[in-house]
C-alpha cells in the first residue's frame, strides 16, 4: 500500500476509534494497540510532509500560542431561553403551546440541562471549520484552536447524510472527576479554585496554549442543528442523524407526547441526573416540529417553543460516622466529618471540612447527628446544618481535641483565629511528610513522581526524614520499595537532578516557610538576591522588605535560625540547589507600575495569571490577593465574578481590561 493510502487507511480507523472511545464509552482495541496506530501515523506523517492535514488526529494536542481571539458575528444569534422552577410552571408552558397551536398535534422533547459554556461549531464539506463561543448571543469568541483539541468534538465526520453545511450547538463541560482533579491540584498550589466546572470549563477554553488546554481533557454535548437541508423536519431526528455523524448527544433526550410524559421526565432526571459524569443545572422541553417552532417564534429574548426548567441546588442529609482531627504540613488541625457515603453532584461524598473550632460550634455537632450537606458544584462540600429531629437523646457533643491526635503533643490556639495548631513541627509526621510533599510540587520544585502517597513511602521507610535527603536518593534506593519500579525510580532521579535549576524563589517557596506564599518568596528573592544574604539579615531589616511586615519577618527569622532548617539549607546548598537569584530577573523591565497596587480577576488570552503576576513585578508594581482601598486597579478579565465587581463599584476601584493594561507598559516587555 502506497504511504498515501495507508495513511488516509490510519486516519479513518483512528477517528473510529476516537468516537467508540471518546463518543460511545466503548473502546473496542487496547489503548497500547491505538496507541501503535497513531505513532504509525505520525511517523508516515513526518516523512511525508505534502501529507500533511490539520484536520488529522495527530494534531490533536495543539501546538503554537493563541495571543488572542477573533471576534465572530453569529450567523444566527445564540439566545437564551426563558427559565422555570417548578413543575407547574412548566405545565402552563405546555399548555400554552398547546393552545398557540390551536389544538395540532404535537410533541415535545425533553433534554438535559448541562451546566458548561455554550458553543457554536460550524461544519463545511465534513470538516470543522470554526467554534465560536455565545459571547453576547450576537457575537462571541472564535476558539477553534483549542476546541480542536477536545476529542469528543469530531474534525471529520463520520460518512453520513451531512449537508454540505451547518451549525451545530451544544455545551463544552469538564466532567466531575476532571474538575475534581483540577481543583485539588490548584488547591495544593494554593491557585483560586474554580467555583463549578462551568467557570473551570469556560476559563479553560479561553486558555492561551491549547496544549494546556488538551491536558485538561475538556467534552462535550450537542443539542441543536441549524442550516439548510438538515436530514428531518424535526429536532428530534436531526439530533439522531448528528450522533450518526459522530456528534455526542444526551442518552436523556426522549420524545414526550403528554402532560403526564413531561411531569414523569421531571421527577424521574431529579433523581437520577445525580448519577451523571458531568454537572447539570436543569431540563429543557422543545416543540419537536420545525415547522411548529417556526410558527411559534421568538420573543425579544427567547424562543416561545423552548424553555428551561432549573433543578434546585443538591442537598441531602446524611449520617455522621465520627469526627477525625486532621494535622497539616504547618500544624494546623482541621476536624473532618466522616459521613456516610451520599451521592451528591455526580461524586460520592464521604468527608467534609469542619474547618474549625468555631464553626463546630456554631453547628453544635453531636455524636451520631445527621448532617445536611451541599456541594452546588464546589469541590469541598459543605456542612450546612444539623437535622436535630433526628438526635438521639443524650447524645454528647463532640468537641475539638487539645492534643495532636498524630504525635500527642497538646494544641496551642493561634492567637486572633479560630485554629488549633499543632506546635511540634519536626517531630510530627504529617508535618514532615506534608513539606517533603509540597517541596516536590509542580509549582516548588517540580520532582515528578514525589506525591503524597510516595512522600509518605519515603519518610516511613526511613530514607526521606527532611527534605533535603531527597538528594541522596538513587534509583538502587528507589526501586527496592514497594510501588515502585524502575520507569517511576528514574523518573524521580531526573526530576532531582532537573529541580538544581529551579529558580531560586521557587526554592523560597518550596521550604515551607510559615506566611511565605508564592508572591511573598518572589518578593523576597528580588529583595535579598541570595540565601546567604538572608540568613545574616534581622527581623528588622526582613521587616523592611516591601510587604513583608513585623509577623512574616519574624517568621522567616525563626525559621532561619532553626538547627534542622539551617541544616536542610546547608545541605540543599551542596547538592547544588540554586542559592541566588538570576542575574536577568534583577534587571527590572520598566517601572510603569511603580507605586501600584493590582488584583488579578478573570481569565485572559494574551497571558496566564503567572505570567502577568511576574509582569506586574517587573514592571515596580505590587501583587495583592484581595480588593481593599489600597487597591490602585483590577486587571479584569473574562468570568470575573459578581462579588468582585460589586466591591469594585462600591469602593470606586477602577477595572483594567487586558488590552488596556498591556498598553500601560513600558515598551518591549
Known amino acids: 500500500m502506497n504511504p498515501e493510502d495507508r495513511i488516509r487507511q490510519l486516519r479513518e480507523e483512528i477517528n473510529r476509534h476516537n468516537h467508540n472511545y471518546y463518543v460511545l464509552n466503548s473502546p473496542q482495541i487496547s489503548d497500547k494497540d491505538f496507541d501503535m496506530l497513531l505513532k504509525e501515523l505520525e511517523t508516515l506523517e513526518k516523512e511525508h510532509p505534502e501529507l500533511t492535514d490539520p484536520d488529522s488526529p495527530t494534531q490533536r494536542v495543539g501546538s503554537d500560542l493563541t495571543k488572542g481571539f477573533e471576534h465572530v458575528v453569529h450567523a444566527r444569534p445564540m439566545m437564551s431561553l426563558s427559565n422555570t422552577y417548578s413543575i407547574e410552571e412548566v405545565d402552563d408552558w405546555f399548555n400554552r403551546m398547546d393552545k398557540a397551536l390551536e389544538g395540532e398535534d404535537f410533541n415535545i422533547v425533553g433534554e438535559m440541562k448541562f451546566d458548561g459554556t455554550s458553543i457554536s461549531l460550524t461544519y463545511r464539506n465534513g470538516r470543522l471549520v470554526q467554534a465560536v463561543t455565545r459571547g453576547d448571543g450576537t457575537q462571541g469568541d472564535d476558539v477553534t484552536a483549542n476546541v480542536r483539541t477536545i476529542r469528543s468534538i469530531p474534525l471529520q465526520l463520520l460518512p453520513g447524510d451531512w449537508p454540505e453545511e451547518f451549525e451545530i450547538r451544544g455545551e463544552i463541560l469538564m466532567p466531575w472527576e476532571v474538575f475534581e482533579k483540577l481543583n485539588a491540584e490548584r488547591a495544593y498550589n494554593e491557585e483560586p479554585l474554580f467555583a463549578n466546572p462551568r467557570n473551570a470549563a469556560s476559563g479553560t477554553l479561553k486558555m492561551q496554549d491549547p496544549k494546556e488546554v488538551a491536558r485538561r481533557h475538556l467534552d462535550a454535548r450537542f443539542y441543536y442543528l441549524l442550516g439548510d437541508n438538515l436530514p428531518a423536519d424535526n429536532h428530534y431526528d436531526n439530533m439522531l442523524a448528528a450522533e450518526h455523524w459522530g456528534f455526542k448527544i444526551s442518552k436523556a433526550m426522549a420524545r414526550l407526547h403528554t402532560l403526564k410524559d413531561v411531569d414523569d421526565y421531571i421527577a424521574y432526571w431529579d433523581e437520577h441526573r445525580k448519577e451523571l459524569p458531568v454537572a447539570t443545572d436543569g431540563l429543557v422541553f422543545k416543540v419537536n416540529s420545525m415547522r411548529q417552532q417556526l410558527n411559534l417564534g421568538y420573543t425579544a429574548k427567547s424562543p416561545r417553543w423552548a424553555v428551561a426548567f432549573k433543578f434546585n441546588p443538591e442537598r441531602a442529609c446524611t449520617p455522621l460516622r465520627f469526627v477525625s482531627f486532621e494535622t497539616g504540613r504547618m500544624g494546623i488541625v482541621t476536624p473532618v466529618a466522616n459521613l456516610e457515603p451520599v451521592l451528591l453532584s455526580g461524586t460520592i461524598v464521604k468527608r467534609a471540612s469542619l474547618h474549625n473550632d468555631d464553626i463546630m460550634q456554631e453547628l453544635d455537632i453531636h455524636e451520631g447527628d445527621h448532617l445536611y450537606v451541599e456541594k452546588a458544584g464546589e469541590i469541598i462540600p459543605q456542612i450546612t446544618g444539623v437535622d436535630k429531629d433526628k438526635r438521639k437523646e443524650g447524645a454528647p457533643k463532640i468537641e475539638f481535641?487539645?492534643?495532636?491526635?498524630?504525635?500527642?503533643?497538646?494544641?496551642?490556639?493561634?492567637?486572633?483565629?479560630?485554629?488549633?495548631?499543632?506546635?511540634?513541627?519536626?517531630?510530627?509526621?504529617?508535618?514532615?511528610?506534608?513539606?517533603?510533599?509540597?517541596?516536590?510540587?509542580?509549582?516548588?520544585?517540580?520532582?515528578?513522581?514525589?506525591?503524597?502517597?510516595?512522600?509518605?513511602?519515603?519518610?516511613?521507610?526511613?530514607?526521606?526524614?527532611?527534605?533535603?535527603?531527597?538528594?541522596?536518593?538513587?534509583?538502587?534506593?528507589?526501586?527496592?520499595?514497594?510501588?515502585?519500579?524502575?520507569?517511576?525510580?528514574?523518573?524521580?532521579?531526573?526530576?532531582?537532578?532537573?529541580?538544581?535549576?529551579?529558580?531560586?524563589?521557587?526554592?523560597?517557596?518550596?521550604?515551607?516557610?510559615?506566611?511565605?506564599?508564592?508572591?511573598?518568596?518572589?518578593?523576597?528573592?528580588?529583595?535579598?538576591?541570595?540565601?546567604?544574604?538572608?540568613?545574616?539579615?534581622?527581623?528588622?531589616?526582613?521587616?523592611?522588605?516591601?510587604?513583608?511586615?513585623?509577623?512574616?519577618?519574624?517568621?522567616?527569622?525563626?525559621?532561619?535560625?532553626?538547627?534542622?532548617?539551617?541544616?536542610?539549607?546547608?545541605?540543599?546548598?551542596?547538592?547544588?540547589?540554586?542559592?541566588?537569584?538570576?542575574?536577568?530577573?534583577m534587571k527590572p523591565a520598566g517601572n510603569a507600575l511603580e507605586g501600584k497596587t493590582i488584583v488579578i480577576s478573570g481569565t485572559f488570552a494574551r497571558h496566564s495569571r503567572d505570567e502577568y503576576k511576574d509582569i506586574i513585578v517587573s514592571q515596580g508594581g505590587k501583587n495583592a490577593g484581595s480588593i481593599s482601598k489600597k487597591t490602585t486597579f483590577v486587571l479584569a478579565g473574562d468570568n470575573m465574578g459578581p462579588s468582585k465587581r460589586e466591591k469594585c463599584t462600591q469602593l470606586g476601584i477602577p477595572l483594567v481590561s487586558e488590552e488596556e493594561f498591556l498598553a500601560m507598559l513600558t515598551p518591549n516587555t
Open 401 to 585: 481535641v487539645r492534643v495532636c491526635q498524630e504525635c500527642g503533643t497538646p494544641l496551642q490556639r493561634i492567637f486572633g483565629e479560630a485554629a488549633w495548631c499543632c506546635p511540634n513541627k519536626y517531630g510530627c509526621r504529617p508535618q514532615i511528610t506534608g513539606r517533603i510533599e509540597h517541596f516536590c510540587a509542580r509549582r516548588m520544585m517540580d520532582i515528578d513522581g514525589i506525591g503524597e502517597e510516595t512522600a509518605e513511602l519515603l519518610y516511613s521507610c526511613g530514607l526521606v526524614k527532611n527534605i533535603s535527603d531527597i538528594y541522596n536518593l538513587n534509583e538502587e534506593k528507589l526501586t527496592g520499595l514497594a510501588r515502585i519500579g524502575e520507569k517511576t525510580a528514574r523518573r524521580i532521579i531526573k526530576g532531582i537532578e532537573d529541580s538544581k535549576s529551579v529558580p531560586f524563589e521557587r526554592v523560597i517557596y518550596a521550604l515551607s516557610i510559615p506566611n511565605v506564599g508564592e508572591t511573598t518568596a518572589k518578593r523576597l528573592a528580588r529583595s535579598v538576591v541570595s540565601m546567604e544574604n538572608m540568613l545574616q539579615m534581622d527581623e528588622l531589616q526582613l521587616a523592611s522588605i516591601p510587604d513583608i511586615g513585623p509577623i512574616i519577618a519574624k517568621n522567616i527569622y525563626d525559621f532561619l535560625r532553626e538547627p534542622v532548617n539551617v541544616d536542610n539549607i546547608s545541605r540543599l546548598t551542596q547538592a547544588g540547589v540554586r542559592m541566588q537569584i538570576d542575574e536577568d530577573k
